[in-house]
């Protein structure tokens, strides 16, 4: 495990995007017409982020247990994930962003599951930020599938190998973790990955989460003394331990 001297600001964020359905219902609109505007949200975000140095960010967009919703708004998410991909890849691309899609593709339609391949092969070159999406994604359906992978290889099961199995090995462990629209859970999100992230909940609903919030949550993160099972008078001398994978 590799050691770094704390930062105030946190090098990988993750963000559970949540209040979008409140939002429109709030305005009278339609559930789906929230969702459009979490992707304003989201791509504002993802430059705000990058200005403020922000190196890794990690969404949840739909969650394993999202198709339980009425059948209208799973496929209006569906679609609207193909419509964001045409829309967003080109300035991600030129904006230096590498995106990751992260999540069970098989359930997927060929269409979907084509667009998120071509949006990954087009920004893998790209090194200034990596954004990765939770897309039909839950935290134990990665521990599981991580899992299987190490039980069909033969390999010994350790927290090291279960680690490098799961679908987030690329990045270090979120050291920030923010749930927007005022709920306290973590729904099945980075149930291994946030073993040690610092919490921050926020009651803006996504769509409207801005540069503020997230000033405000990088500087809830900065105040915060992160121990990982150490002392405080440990902290004072030497330098602090992290969870940190790779770079
Ligand atoms: C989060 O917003 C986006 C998804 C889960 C796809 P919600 O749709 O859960 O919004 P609320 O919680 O109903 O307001
Ligand atoms: C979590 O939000 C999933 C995403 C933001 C994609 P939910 O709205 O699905 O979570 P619950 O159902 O309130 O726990
Ligand atoms: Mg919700």
């Known amino acids: 495990m590799a050691t770094s001297s704390p930062s105030t600001v946190p090098h ?9 359905g409140r939002w429109a219902t709030k305005r009278f609109l339609p559930r789906v017409a929230g969702h459009q505007q979490g992707v304003g949200a989201l791509s504002r975000c993802v430059k705000a982020c990058m200005s403020r140095g922000i190196a890794v960010l990690t969404v949840f967009a739909f969650s394993s247990e999202n198709w339980n919703r009425p059948a209208e708004e799973v496929s209006g998410l569906m679609e609207l994930l193909a419509l964001s991909l045409a829309r967003e890849v080109p300035s991600l691309k030129a ?3 590498q995106l990751h899609f992260v999540g069970e593709r098989q359930q997927l339609s060929d269409k979907v599951r084509a667009g998120l391949e071509q949006a990954e092969a087009a920004t893998a070159d790209n090194h200034r930020l990596v954004l990765n999406v939770c897309f039909n994604y839950g935290g134990r359906w990665d521990i ?9 290889s033969g390999q010994e099961i350790t927290e090291m190998a279960l680690d490098r199995a799961l679908a987030l090995a690329h990045v270090p462990d979120p050291d920030l973790l923010i749930r927007t629209g005022g709920e306290l859970r973590i729904s099945n999100f980075l149930l291994w990955q946030a073993a040690y992230s610092e919490l921050h909940f926020s009651d803006k609903l996504w769509p409207d989460f801005d ?12 105040s915060r003394e992160r121990r990982f099972g150490k002392t405080s008078g440990q902290l004072v001398t030497g330098t602090q331990p992290s969870t940190e994978k790779a770079a």
């Open 12 to 20: 990988h964020v993750a963000i559970v995007m949540d209040g979008n």
């Open 95 to 97: 904006n230096g962003v």
């Open 144 to 152: 599981a599938q991580a899992a299987r992978k190490l039980a069909a």
């Open 211 to 222: 540069e503020a919030a997230l000033d405000e949550a990088i500087a809830v993160y900065a």
